[in-house]
């Protein structure tokens, strides 16, 4: 099984903290990868904070291919970050050549361009990197967006924590929100892209469970937006379905829940705003959700939730302090990271319930 | 010497022969009278007996006219083996049973200078139908954990009415945040996905229609089925259209237009809408070839409810005056969703042929958000009274054509935007719900059935040509007859009962097989809960092939 966490957090996070997190929980998954989102960064991406951030793995000539996108595109470079890598033998790693945090600033064409503008042309441009490097496996284009990295790879999480010296806590690779799994999913070919988190336009989302709806929110997904591709992960779905509910379509968040979870019938005929849900769940029925999910999500402005499927058949617990608020498939990973908060306040969510965490740490319970 | 008759229609000649044994026959009568058909008669047969009546044989002979049931040699009124005769027989004495070496299309042909007609039923398929090669193969294990049929709730219903995409809806933010409704949508029903097929007042007798119409409003008032009902072209007794029951009824349009005269006219009287319109374009039994309602069929009471003569009725192919998709979707639609204020959903029926999925990528862009259903109706299907030729010859099964429309709405991301409905031979081996469930893995949202309504009343037909006769209007067990004497064979509360207890079954089957596969909704395109063992299918279907 998948195990997946999250920190939100007031002070700046290290990742070994969500590699502790995830550790704990080793039982749970089968230690065949590590990958994390970190946002609201800090150390050496705190002052590029309104500049993109481009994530790369990639060959020598996936560097040069993505170097000549950039400058086609007219993106100047302002901020290199290549984490120093321990390439020790023995590690259970499927390493990339290079590991890239490019930060950059927007093309000067784009200098008077409104926000969605600019993240059109994000998207655009991370989708032709991806479209450029995937010959052959030249290079992965994880996310290009502001404050925003992303570290995706194969093998122990154990050993690529080694790998990129993530052990060791330091205040240059920081952030205030980490998302982060452990083990890939196998129901497709394990690739680097299949690894939660995803990430599209400022949205990240998680996933635990297999998505047995996957086949009927595919193809419902894959004719709404240019960048709704990929689908290497049945999880995937996920992130476009809170993208479109709440990007494309401007709902706000508690919609979300309603899509991928409509309420029974005989429920929704007791409601007020009975019309309303019913036109979600006729237009969106392709997206609805049917289990065993849970799913944890961060939204632009790094609002960080949780929710279940409709039958609440993968556990997730959330749990605080008065600094921290940690999301976890296990109540044993959090225990590692907030050993003496009050456990008696942890939520275990229930299937008819977002779980909200703002960026005063204010922890809300949305029922559906 | 005589000429010997070898011309002659013969019994050997017939689709059925009746298998008689005189010396278990009473000669009751019982067979004569409950025949419909005419087909067997009392005759009387000269029999010569040798015997003797001495210690040693001195045989004599002795002649005598011995009375006996015979068939009728006709061609009007050839035997359908139906069975009735055996079913009354207290003593075993007669049965029918196939000809293998029937001449009957040659015979009736050169004999009449037409061609059969029958009740409809698809005769010619000799192969297993494509649904039974599809299983539900997709079972539920440690990853997605199958749910508990007998206690979990599940969400069976379907779509009926026009579906607008997201961004379409006409929502607005109040200052909660909460969407609200500013401006009108199509109007959508959530029914049960399975609807009781089209047949009409007239081509089913009264206390079918009855009986059919009892255990709908059973199903909704008592069971909470939310089934619906299609009334068939043809029109509806008026108490019905006054009544509050019309709002489980489904009105059909067809070419002829018959019956919406009264339709019409009881509109103000109306206390409920009805479910919604179907605009029947084309059906499966007799694609392209109209609808037929023989003279022999058409009472009293139908020509009031119909406003005709005692004649043929025949609904032309396509409704007259219509000439392209577009402008039918403009006349029909506009005028039939104007009818009702826009408050009805309307829906098309066509066809499964070489041309649907053009009719559905018409519709599918419909810009008028008024196409609320496309039923597509394939070759199995039919009850109605049709030329042999076409019920054997013509049209399409409707299982590749749901998955191509189907297909066809993913390709432009509008799924469910028209809701699916597909039917054609559907519960001919009895179970409907496995039928549907297939159905619906493969894109549709609901299925409609008509012929196996029928049998749950008792129909006695089948697929391989016994009975057939609804055209005649002499159907034995009163089903498709008008004649007072046959209709009263049917007992209505019996049937309704059978269908409520059919629906209730099919209900517990429905999320028998929900159940495993881990839905708690309707399995709408999951097309990946199939496989296939025949390669064909699989790749035509776009499922996954299993051996």
Redesign the interface.
Known sequence: MCRIGAIKSRHYVHPSQALLLMQSQQKGHDNSGFAMVMQDLGGIFENYKHLPTLSLACTDEGLQIAKAIMDARGFRMVHEWEPQTNRQPGLDIQAMPHYVFQTFDYPETYADASQKDKEELLLDTRLELRAGMEEDCKGFAYSFWPDVVTLKEIGDPRDIGTFFNIWEADDKFTAKVITAQCRQNTNYAIVRYAAHPFFIQGYTALANGENTFYQKNKEFQQNLHRGYIGFESDSQCFLYTLHHVHHELGWPLPYYKHVITPLPFEDVVKREDQQQLLALRQSLAHLEINGPNTIIGVLPDNTMFTCCDAKKLRPVVVGRDEDTVVLSSEVCGINEILPNRNWETDIYPNEREIVVIDNNLEVQRWKQ | METVKINDIACNDLPWKIQYHPERCTLCGSCIAACTFDAIGPKMERRRITFTESATPEPKTRFTAQPVIAQANKIKNFCRGCGVCERVCPNNAISSSRNPDSRFNVVYATSTGTGPKRGGRNNLEVQARTLDTLRVGRI?QM???S?DAQRH?F?C?A?LGR?????S?P?D?AAD?????KGH?PP?H?IYPVIIGDMSIGALSWRMWEAIAMAVAYLNEECGLPVRMCSGEGGMPVRLLKSRYLKYMILQIASGHFGWNRIIQAMPDMVEDPAGILIKIGQGAKPGDGGLLMAAKVAEHIQAIRGVPKADLLSPPNHQGLYSIEESVQKMFLSFNAAFKFRVPVAIKVAASATSVSVFNNLVRDPYNIVGGFFLDGIDGGTGAAHDISLDHTGHPSVSKLRDCYLAA????R??QIPLWAAGGLGKTGNLAADAFKMMCLGANGVFTGKLILQMAGCLGNDHSRCNACNTGLCPVGITTQQPVLVKRLDPERVAENIVNYFLAMDVELRKLMAP?????LP?????CLVSSDKAVADRLQVQYVC
């Open positions: 539920s990853t997605d954990p749910l709730v969400d219903l779509p579906i607008l995409p997201a961004n809806l929502f933010q945040g909460n969407l609200v409704q949508t959508v959530w993913v390709a432009q991301g799924q469910g596969i881990g839905n708690s909704s709408i395109g999951r097309s990946d």
